[in-house]
């Protein structure tokens, strides 16, 4: 299910536990701002390293680069392959291993590399299973929750909104509307 | 509910409720037989589908254990994932996009029309579309399907506007909103369409049809079906004589129970059909069940398809409303001249975010996948879907060296596409980005092919038992009482979306079984 940042574990708790947190704010001018239950948000860490944590953060922006897409999505990538790696060591020990061939790729530390080293580091470890891993799991951290839906413009459910029927499914105007013979009129 | 005894052999056992089993099931107890209706999946509701494309595919998809070969595209992207089809009662009803489109006249007649194209096994249908006709009418009065039977087309999206401008740009002649079962106006105790979108997650509103909530409760409402849901039948058994006397399937609770039967016909989808047949080997057919010929499984086809997105300067929104809400129909015709044997049709297609993201491009990333997705409210879409060549190396087999969870083994699915469905593709991404470009598209991108929605013809039909599986009725011709009621039927793919053809052969299977049961052949 798309998630909402209020159900997701990114809290504004300070009781923080395991071995890492990333920490982030959404700008006050985001679309995000008003879904989320505060603007600073704080992704506790069980399994990766903060140092982990970030590098597979950074490493999702060089696969996905959307300059306005917030931190805070890019970070739902981080929680999920943290929470994977909590049930399976195999994954803690991929992405361990993963994130550290990227801080050898690009000769020191990934996340401080700048722009250009990082792409190189990332095509110089594509089609590894660590790659492939955190490409995939993108696919779904990123683009399926309410907060990438509300950033990219999709409306998500439409039956409790009693569909698009009278919410703009065929509002088009910028094309010639075509006759009723191939479009005939919605029922009463 | 009725119930019927396990041991009840007068019953008509019918193997998967989706297009093809749910209507044969309707229809053979309007005429008083009474049927066991056995369905691998569970049963969900209107009400128990979401609008949420991952926890709908989770829900509705069917996801055990499959394996792919061959050089087609899906084998690398989705190679665990040959099949984008349902396990749940109502079958891939409940995910189909409602497109309902009779043959061709020459599309039953491929081989003669076609010709001998090297490579492929193109047989002309033991059928006509004369022979089809009365039972397409019934086939469209029951599904409700626009543009027949007096019902108004369906009202275009935003998705379809740009279609359709395109196509005039083009000089395209037969564009329209299709005829779709979805109701465009009340019908059959369902409500008209409200545009929601995710025709693909099983439909809310209940304007689409699906053997779910029409064909399966009108025949329970006989008192002649017992539909068994979570019902996965494992073997065919037969007797000493060769004739088939029931079926083995595990229930909810993985317990196995012995179903008996006067006839049993197997609608489980062009995968499922060809593995439960070859899983059911005995020492009487070694080379699995109705197997005489060496066809089954064999010429596996799923069409011809692709998808061509394009990004626009200004708003589209095409997940709003019906996915499938128009259809350019002229490349549909045969026209050798363009390179390649049989036609193909370009109908809308959307997908929500999640699913855009999936399959817009399996495997992308990089800035060009993201500038779609940056640009995801301004994106058209269409998919194209044409005849694929029927191949006898196309085929489904079983994997020995992979079990399912009952301990069986899965289907492995190979495909490599033949020069006639590259050619046609080339040509129908070429002419989908041409229809994008000629109303102000500025990229576009050439989607491969999803996992097979249209699985057909792994138990052809034909006359000659050597050529085929099933004859002229689907009857198997080594076993007088075991039909085949679903896609695998198809003895070549045509042009059009199969689902009315499955529901037209059920009709018309229907009255032939009736009969062959009132006069003791089977």
């Given at each position: 299910m798309p998630r909402t940042p209020s159900e997701s574990t990114m809290t504004r708790g300070t009781m923080l536990q395991g071995t890492g947190v990333l920490m982030g704010t959404l700008a006050a001018s985001s679309v995000l701002a008003s879904l989320a239950p505060s603007r600073t948000w704080a992704l506790p860490l069980h399994a990766l390293s903060q140092a982990e944590g970030e590098t597979i953060l950074q490493f999702g922006r060089v696969l996905y680069p959307h300059k306005a897409l917030p931190t805070a999505v890019y970070a739902l990538l981080v929680k999920d392959l943290d929470a994977e790696a909590v049930r399976d060591a195999g994954v803690a020990a991929l992405l361990r291993e993963g994130s550290a061939s990227l801080d050898a790729a690009s000769g020191g530390k990934f996340v401080s590399a700048s722009s250009a080293k990082r792409l190189a580091a990332v095509k110089h470890i594509e089609g590894t299973p660590y790659f492939s891993k955190v490409r995939s799991t993108c696919i779904t951290s990123l683009y399926n929750n309410e907060m990438a839906f509300a950033h990219f413009g999709y409306q998500g459910p439409s039956w409790p909104k009693g569909g698009y029927l009278h919410r703009g499914f065929d509002d088009l105007t910028w094309l010639p509307k075509p006759p009723a013979s191939a479009s005939p009129p919605a029922a009463g | 509910m009725t119930r019927f005894d396990l041991d009840d052999d007068s019953v008509v056992v019918i193997v998967g409720s989706g297009a093809g089993g749910g209507t044969l099931a309707n229809e053979l107890t309007q005429k008083g037989l009474k049927v066991v209706l056995l369905e691998a999946g569970k049963q969900q509701s209107t009400a128990a589908f979401v609008n949420d494309e991952w926890a709908s595919f989770s829900q509705l998809a069917w996801l055990d254990k499959r394996t792919t070969s061959g050089s087609w595209q899906v084998a690398k992207d989705f190679p665990n994932l040959p099949a984008w089809v349902c396990k749940t009662v109502g079958g891939t009803t409940t995910h189909w996009a409602g497109a309902s489109l009779r043959f061709q006249e020459h599309e039953f007649r491929a081989r003669s029309t076609y010709g001998d194209v090297q490579g492929a096994n193109l047989l002309d249908w033991p059928l006509t579309l004369a022979e089809m006709e009365p039972f397409y009418a019934r086939a469209e009065s029951k599904m409700g399907v626009?543009?027949?039977?007096g019902i108004p087309g369906l009202p275009g999206n935003n998705n379809f506007k740009v279609m359709y401008a395109g196509a005039q740009k083009l000089g395209y002649k037969e564009c329209h909103t299709g005829r779709i079962a979805i109701n465009s106006r009340p019908r059959d105790g369902r409500p008209s369409c409200l545009q929601l979108g995710f025709c693909f997650q099983g439909c809310k509103s209940g304007a689409k049809w699906s053997t779910l909530y029409t064909e399966i409760p009108k025949a329970e409402a006989t008192g002649r079906l017992d539909l068994r849901p979570e019902s996965h039948v494992l073997s065919i058994e037969h007797n000493g004589a060769g004739k088939i006397t029931g079926v083995v399937y595990a229930d909810a609770g993985g317990a196995h129970q012995r179903q008996k039967a006067r006839v049993v016909a197997v609608a489980g989808n062009s995968i499922e059909t060809p593995r439960l047949l070859l899983n059911?080997?005995?020492?009487?057919f070694p080379d699995g069940l109705a197997n005489s010929s060496g066809m089954v499984g064999r010429h596996y086809m799923r069409h011809m398809t692709g998808s061509v997105y394009a990004i626009f300067e200004k708003p589209v929104h095409m997940y709003r409303g019906t996915t499938m809400a128009g259809i350019v129909m002229d490349e549909a015709r045969f026209e050798p001249s363009r390179g390649f044997a049989g036609g193909y049709e370009m109908e809308t297609i959307s997908l929500g975010l999640p699913f855009f993201a999936a399959f817009l491009k399996p495997g992308a990333w990089g800035a060009d996948f993201t500038h779609f997705m940056d640009n995801y409210t301004q994106i058209a879409g269409m998919w194209l879907v044409g005849e694929d060549m029927p191949r006898d190396t196309n085929r489904v087999t079983l994997n020995a060296d992979v079990k399912d969870q009952y301990g069986l083994p899965v289907a492995n699915v190979h495909y490599d596409d033949h020069p006639n469905d590259i050619a046609m593709r080339g040509h129908a991404f070429a002419q989908g980005e041409r229809l994008y470009r000629a109303v102000g598209a500025t990229k576009t991108m050439r989607t491969p092919p999803y996992p097979s929605t249209h699985n057909l013809g792994t138990c052809r039909m034909s006359d000659d038992p050597k050529l085929g599986v099933v004859n002229k009725h689907g009857q198997t011709h080594d076993i007088a009482n075991l039909f085949i009621s679903d896609g695998s039927q198809f003895t070549t793919s045509a042009a059009e979306n199969p689902t009315m053809t499955i529901v037209t052969l059920a009709i018309r299977q229907s009255q032939y079984i009736a009969e062959a049961i009132s006069k003791q052949e089977v």
């Open positions: - | 626009t543009r027949t039977n059911s080997a005995s020492s009487t």
